[in-house]
């Protein structure tokens, strides 16, 4: 099985988290001998926990990168310093940072950035089995330039806390356009992604055309029916 997660932080070794991440925790439940995971963190910081993360796993790809819409040799990034130690909320946005601390002092770095696509094509992935996107601020762009066309992804889980009412509308249209149907939570612990599987299910599809005029708490009553059905 192939594995990718765009925007790891720490994985599994951030103690704010209480040493939780959800799609660590998923893939290290489903790997096998013939896995391959492609691990991407923009954050230099985190990469030794990472590694540390994966120490017992082989086929692991961890990559001190970001995934934006355009290849640049030089990207910044912003973070917090009240985030310390992990700064989970990193990212090319300025802005996405100091709504989320806006009164913490603000720091940057630069790191090399590619599409997504042109990350697929460097890595020689073609098939996904599972693809997670969280990465603070450019999730929808990033999904809306996959080129599906080219790149088999059989599940996707992707952040929506920071989408607008309207990107989650035009991406549950894409995504379902591009052959896939909504199914509920993603693999975040804290329920905060969407899951999509390519396959076609009628209610599915019929019901996610709702998720972006509910509540929050009307959502997780949704999922309920879904999963329950």
């Known amino acids: 099985m192939y594995f990718v997660h765009l925007g790891a932080g720490a994985g599994d070794q951030d103690s704010r988290a209480n040493f939780r991440c959800g799609f660590t925790e998923f893939i290290k439940k489903k790997y096998d001998n013939k896995s391959k995971v492609f691990v991407v963190e923009a954050n230099k910081l985190n990469i030794e926990k990472l590694k540390f993360c994966y120490r017992n796993y082989k086929n692991i790809n961890i990559h001190n990168i970001a995934i934006s819409t355009k290849n640049l040799e030089e990207l910044t990034f912003y973070y917090a310093k009240d985030d310390a130690p992990h700064f989970q909320v990193c990212s090319s946005d300025f802005d996405h940072v100091k709504k989320n601390y806006p009164n913490s002092d603000i720091e940057k770095f ?120």
């Not at 052959?179 to 299910?201: A, E, P, T, V, W």
């Not at 509540?215 to 879904?226: A, M, P, R, T, V």
Request: hydrophobic content about 35%; aromatic content about 16%.
């Open 110 to 229: 630069t790191v090399k950035s590619f599409t997504i696509n042109n990350f697929f094509e460097n890595n020689s992935i073609n098939e996904i089995d599972y693809l997670s996107i969280d990465i603070e601020g450019l999730d929808f762009e990033v999904i809306m330039s996959i080129d599906f066309s080219k790149y088999n992804i059989k599940n996707i889980s992707i952040e929506y806390l920071h989408l607008t009412k309207n990107q989650k509308k035009k991406l549950i249209s894409f995504l379902t356009k591009s052959g896939y149907s909504y199914c509920g939570f993603g693999y975040d612990h804290n329920n905060f992604d969407y899951l999509f599987c390519k396959k076609k299910i009628f209610w599915n599809r019929l019901l996610s055309k709702l998720i972006h005029r509910i509540s929050i708490k009307h959502y997780k009553i949704l999922n309920n029916f879904l999963l329950n059905n």
